[in-house]
């Protein structure tokens, strides 16, 4: 064996160890590129039943907001008519009463003085 052919079966080894260092992490990454396929398809698969659920679920949260939008109108209509009959019978007789006060009071004082 020559020089040159030892010097060629060094290289040629060194080349082989070269590939497996090389191809171990590659066939790895194959692998973790084959378990990443799997997990999205699995995922996927999963992931359906879950969006179908979240939009009735929202479907149904919209009903009872349109509900509660329907109750705040009524109560606040039923606000304003009972502020509309506070006014009303302020008006009607407050009014009449502050006068019978004032009347009284004045009454009194004459009375009073009277005495």
Do not use: C, W, Y
């Not at 084959?34 to 969006?51: G, Q």
Request: charged share 20%; aromatic share 4%; proline share 3%.
């Amino acid at each position: 064996m020559t020089g040159g052919e030892i010097a060629g079966l060094v290289l040629a080894s060194a080349v082989a160890l070269l590939v497996l260092f090389i191809g171990v992490p590659l066939v790895k990454l194959g692998r973790l590129i084959d378990e990443t396929s799997n997990t999205v398809k699995t995922f996927n698969k999963e992931f359906e039943p879950i969006l179908a659920e979240t939009k009735q679920t929202l479907a149904e949260a919209n009903k009872q907001l349109k509900r509660i939008d329907q109750i705040t109108e009524d109560v606040e209509q039923v606000t304003e008519n009972i502020n509309s009959l506070v006014a009303i019978f302020t008006a009607s007789v407050g009014a009449p009463l502050t006068k019978l006060v004032g009347v009284l009071q004045g009454t009194f004082k004459a009375l009073g003085k009277r005495r």
